[in-house]
């Protein structure tokens, strides 16, 4: 028989005890679970959604000179002279060191070009990243393939210029044919005819050249201002900017969640602390005679105060485990409210087994339980053998 | 085998007014070997008496030695070592704890001991067997009568053959014939070396004692 054993058998004596520091732990560690957890999932979630968003990095040419235009409007038609970037520079964004979060990377190569006697603008880009830059894009007809020398026209140059799918149109001594038009976007894209890059530089005469670039970057754990410093520093002649409305506005709310949850985890975390104080100092001073004969037959106060904390881990162990395990399905079913409002909305926020989050909520059990116990154990420890024994 | 020394001991409880002094200035000499009954009235200051000597309660003033250390002059970790090494305690109304078998409470004081378990279980069994409870280890002491009570709770104080035994009204819950039997027991402890000091006011049982020691109002008497 060891100290353990006595522990045990003083656990399984005073089930009811127990039972109420179990029950205060678990409920305490089970909150903390549910909360990072849902967290977690939300996090996961919204990066998931953003990268959605598509670009959130724009690269332009470095310039002394002010935009002269708003919204969309454009005041003057002020033309500054406008600096280009070269194509095979943007290579070297595959190099960054936050490389792995780089979706990708959207050339895009901007000038006026005539049809007819109106003056519109041309962009080149590159059609394969359409889907991961500008998702939200919806279309008419298909996007022109590599080496096809097509156009998809924004939905109010189409309705300017008369562009339909199948028409051909004349710019600049070439020939081109609409092979789709964007439904309208609300954004600037709506006056733009789009084209292969290669086949803008071309028309434009600026083989190798990009006005801007637009790069996805995926914001789960790597912050965007790092990536921005990082491409800034690999592109000298070339302004980065954090398109950060939509990534911090949504961060933002999150951390605001974040930090309301870890908050509410606190206070439930120390109310099952508390919890926890109680119910072992009763179970101290109930246990006042069996300390008393415990000291007098020469246990030292070093021994009492291990039984007491052995009894402390090994519940907190057990509430560490079942809190963890509780937790996560009370995630899982809070997500089904959180993600939506219907029940198969929450299905589509995965809760995964998370080891670390586990090691945590047990780390969490027995930090909170012995932190609890240590001062009715330093009571027991300290009481005087001849008045414990004097209760008997 | 130990002697023990009580030098000018007193114990007061309270301050002031309210000073109550149990023991006062006590002089007792024991040789090793030695069964010493102290008898006395209720409130006459044995049991205080005993506890002192049991390493469990400072004295107020005075010295208390065993075999040359001055008990109370040890820390509080080394002076339950003290108990656990030198004394064994039997206790009046027993106190065993109710959720132990007879042979773990016997076991108890070998517990904070390094050791391997079946070693222990081993000197367990030699001081149940002593007593005559070895077939009794496996029960609760719930479910053994208030004689075997008092011999399980002697099994504990002697499991670790301790050379001195402090027994307080060790036959005070029993009937004749088992009060008898327990002071049989003590007699035999003593008859192979085991210094025992009993507080009693039993005089069927302070018959066994070599020396009986009077108390009266925390003064010793006589013998």
């Known amino acids: ?392 | 085998m130990s002697t023990i020394r009580v030098d000018s001991l007193t114990k007061q409880y309270g301050s002031g007014e309210a000073a109550v002094l149990a023991v006062r200035d006590i002089n007792i000499d024991i040789p090793s070997g030695e069964l010493i009954a102290i008898m006395g009235e209720s409130g006459s200051g044995k049991s205080t008496l005993l506890t002192v000597m049991g390493a469990l309660n400072s004295p107020s003033r005075g010295k208390y030695w065993v075999d040359g250390i001055d008990v109370y002059a040890l820390g509080q970790e080394a002076r339950a070592d003290f108990r656990r090494n030198t004394l064994g305690f039997v206790f009046q109304s027993f106190h065993l704890i109710p959720y132990l078998t007879v042979r773990e409470n016997v076991m108890l004081p070998l517990t904070p001991v390094k050791g391997k378990e079946k070693d222990k279980r081993a000197m367990a069994e030699r001081a149940l067997g002593r007593v005559g409870l070895a077939a009794k280890g496996h029960r609760l002491p719930g479910q053994i009568s208030g004689g075997e009570q008092e011999r399980a709770a002697i099994a504990r104080a002697l499991v670790n053959k301790p050379p001195i035994l402090l027994a307080d009204e060790p036959t005070g819950n029993l009937d004749t014939k088992t009060t008898r039997e327990v002071m049989d027991l003590l007699k035999d402890l003593n008859s192979d070396g085991m210094t025992i000091v009993m507080v009693t006011h039993n005089h069927e049982c302070a018959r066994y004692a070599g020396r009986v020691l009077r108390l009266s109002d925390g003064l010793l008497l006589g013998e």
């Open chain 1, 1 to 392: 028989m060891n100290l353990g054993d006595i522990a045990l058998r003083n656990l399984r004596r005073r089930k009811s005890k127990a039972a109420f520091v179990l029950i205060g732990l678990t409920i305490g560690v089970s909150a903390v679970v549910v909360f990072v957890s849902l967290v977690e999932a939300l996090t996961q979630n919204i990066n998931s959604k953003l990268e959605e968003y598509g670009a959130n990095i724009l690269i332009v040419p470095k310039t002394e000179n002010l935009s002269m235009s708003y919204g969309g409007l454009s005041l003057g038609g002020v033309l500054f002279d406008m600096k280009e970037i070269h194509e095979e520079e943007l290579a070297k964004i595959r190099e960054i060191e936050n490389s792995q979060n780089v979706a990708a990377v959207g050339p895009m190569l901007l000038g006026a070009v005539e049809i007819g006697n109106r003056k519109a603008l041309l962009a080149g880009m590159d059609f394969k990243v359409v889907y991961q830059l500008r998702p939200w894009w919806k279309f008419e007809g298909r996007l022109p393939e590599k080496g096809e020398e097509g156009i998809l026209a924004g939905a109010e140059a189409a309705r300017v210029l008369g562009l339909g799918v199948g028409k051909i149109v004349a710019m600049n001594g070439r020939k081109l044919m609409v092979s789709a038009i964007l439904e309208t976007t609300g954004s600037q894209d709506d006056q733009i005819l789009f084209t292969q890059l290669a086949t803008a530089q071309s028309i434009l005469h600026k083989e190798g050249r990009i006005s801007l670039a637009e790069v996805a970057a995926l914001c789960a754990g790597c912050p965007i201002e790092e990536m921005v410093k990082q491409i800034s520093a690999i592109l000298p002649g070339a302004n980065v900017m954090a398109i950060k409305q939509v990534v911090e506005g949504r961060m933002e709310t999150l951390n605001h969640f974040r930090k309301a949850s870890y908050g509410l985890s606190a206070i439930v975390a120390l109310v099952g602390a508390l919890v926890v104080l109680v119910t072992m100092m009763g179970s101290v001073r109930e246990r006042t005679a069996e300390i008393g004969i415990f000291r007098a037959i020469g246990f030292r106060s070093s021994h009492i105060m291990k039984i007491i904390l052995l009894e402390a881990g090994l519940v907190s162990v057990l509430a560490g485990v079942l809190g963890y395990l509780l937790g996560l399905g009370a995630t899982k079913i809070a997500l089904l409210f959180f993600a939506g409002g219907s029940a198969h909305a929450g299905h589509g926020i995965a809760v995964p087994l998370d080891p670390w989050l586990a090691g945590a909520a047990l780390a969490l059990a027995l930090v909170l339980g012995l932190a609890a116990s240590f001062y009715p154990a330093r009571v027991a420890a300290r009481m005087d053998p001849c008045e414990a024994l004097r209760t008997l």
